[in-house]
């Protein structure tokens, strides 16, 4: 893998993409991010040598470098998932690619149902800690303590500081984000009404089909690292209607204004 890496790595540093610091990844229906960013070099993900192509149909396929709050940037505009038939190594192959080309933090963002029925959709939610329910992990190869330590530490798997200055952006912005556990699943069919109530019991308050094995090898490769849900749906068991993807997106939309101040505010900080 080391090799694949390199050569990905050389392909885009050839393409200008230089010590970018901060590395963005941007979940369903979050794109409007990169009107703020001062776009330098793009590139489309099915001309990155060994990079994984976005099939799902709201999921852009570039990969963004440029300067955001007055940081350098990389951007993966769309973002790779299980029930797309990638590995998990696929899926998080453009982490490793991001912290040898130079960042030292890794931000995320996704679209989640709210467990939490205390949290309406629309809202946003700060991710605090996970719950891995995708079957594996994607440290589980061999050769893996050849990129970084084999028994990663996840007792604190997101950044205390970054999450703590996301808080006082969103209260001096009046942005109503929570905080609370985020379970990631395999997908890509939705949770029938028994699995919501396992998941409730388990102490998730979000529940989506990313971000974690992101963060996992994030935390192998010792990047900072913050997450930030859009709750899009509201998953009550003993009231649960049948889920429009549409709807979905409308709502990831409606709330991204406010993801983006975070992201914005926040990057100015680091």
Do not use: W
């Not at 960042?103 to 029925?117: W, Y």
């Not at 995708?134 to 084999?150: C, D, I, M, T």
């Not at 529940?207 to 009550?236: Q, R």
């Amino acid at each position: 893998m080391i090799k694949i890496i390199e050569e990905t790595v050389d392909y885009l540093k050839d393409k200008g993409f230089d010590s970018p610091e901060i590395g963005i990844i941007l979940g369903t229906g979050l794109g409007q991010l990169i009107n703020d960013v001062e776009i330098i070099k793009e590139v489309s993900y099915n001309h990155i040598p060994n990079f994984p192509t976005a099939t799902v149909e709201f999921h852009k396929g570039k990969l963004i470098y440029g300067n955001m709050a007055g940081k350098k940037v990389i951007v993966m505009q769309g973002r790779f998932h299980l029930y797309e038939g990638y590995s998990l190594q696929d899926v998080t192959y453009p982490v490793r690619i991001m912290e040898k080309l130079g960042i030292h933090t890794l931000l995320v963002s996704n679209a989640s149902g709210a467990i939490n029925l205390n949290f309406k959709k629309g809202e946003l939610m700060l991710i605090e800690d996970h719950i891995n329910l995708q079957g594996s992990s994607p440290l589980a190869f061999k050769g893996v303590e050849q990129l970084g330590e084999r028994f990663t530490d996840m007792s604190e798997p997101y950044d205390k500081t970054i999450n703590d200055t996301f808080k006082n952006i969103a209260k001096t912005n009046n942005i109503t984000l929570h905080g609370g556990v985020y379970a990631s699943v395999v997908g890509p069919q939705l949770e029938t009404r028994a699995e919501y109530r396992m998941l409730k019991i388990m102490g998730a308050d979000a529940v989506g089909m990313s971000t974690v094995p992101e963060i996992i090898v994030a935390n192998h490769l010792k990047l900072k690292v913050a997450a930030v849900s859009v709750l899009t749906d509201e998953c009550n068991p003993d009231n649960l209607v049948p889920v429009d993807i549409a709807e979905i997106i409308a709502m990831a939309g409606k709330a991204e204004p406010d993801m983006v101040i975070l992201f914005k505010e926040l990057i100015k900080t680091l």
